[in-house]
T-cell receptor
């Protein structure tokens, strides 16, 4: 199983809402990532979890709050977002070490619209 | 700061043509260069290159890395309409924690019938 799943596929939220994005993988990967991708731009790294601990936070605003409850799950909690946060949010996973640890497997993404 | 530049930014060809996509990079402590294909949603992995001069091949796609000149090329022969996508190049440095890849802006390939 080389699949990363993400829910929901689409999300529309107001600026005062609280919502969460979910990501799951069962490949035994111990590194998981959140990316934000705007139209016609490459993915921008937001967070990296390594062995369920946050290892990289790319100066992301606190209205985005990641959580890694176990080795298969990754959440991104959203609160008080701005319209400019509208984007495709991609989750990815990879091996933590060894051959191929740079290869990331991406989920299909959540298309987020903030009104 | 690590940097990845892809060229051309966009390319329109006809089915059967051969295309070459370019990726140049500047990265501290280079470890690997990766190519991904992105259609409507998630990027999908194509190749990972770590050594100079060794061609990786998968069907009509091939890629090679030159660590001296700091670039890679992705070749697609006998293009098909299904090859239409954005092709992303990313570089990963040696890093104490899980990988922090830097992506290029991508090359948008359109293959016309």
């Amino acid at each position: 199983d080389t699949e990363v799943t993400q829910t929901p596929k689409h999300l529309v939220m107001g600026m005062t809402n609280k919502k969460s994005l979910k990501c799951e993988q069962h490949m035994g990967h111990r590194a998981m990532y959140w990316y934000k991708q705007k139209a016609k731009k490459p993915p921008e790294l937001m967070f990296v979890y390594s062995y369920e601990k946050l290892s990289i936070n790319e100066s992301v605003p606190s209205r985005f709050s990641p959580e890694c409850p176990n080795s298969s799950l990754l959440n991104l909690h959203l609160h008080a977002l701005q319209p400019e946060d509208s984007a495709l949010y991609l989750c990815a996973s990879s091996r933590r070490r060894g051959a191929g640890s740079d290869t990331q497997y991406f989920g299909p993404g959540t298309r987020l619209t903030v009104l | 700061e690590d940097k990845v530049v892809q060229s051309p930014l966009s390319l329109v060809v006809h089915e059967g043509d051969t295309v070459t996509l370019n990726c140049s990079y500047e990265v501290t402590n280079f470890r690997s260069l990766l190519w991904y294909k992105q259609e409507k949603k998630a990027p999908t992995f194509l190749f990972m290159l770590t050594s100079s001069g060794i061609e990786k091949k998968s069907g009509r796609l091939s890629s090679i890395l030159d660590k001296k000149e700091l670039f890679s090329i992705l070749n697609i022969t006998a293009t098909q309409t299904g090859d239409s996508a954005v092709y992303l190049c990313a570089v990963s440095p040696w890093y104490t924690n899980a990988g922090k890849s830097t992506f290029g802006d991508g090359t948008t390939l359109t293959v016309k019938p």
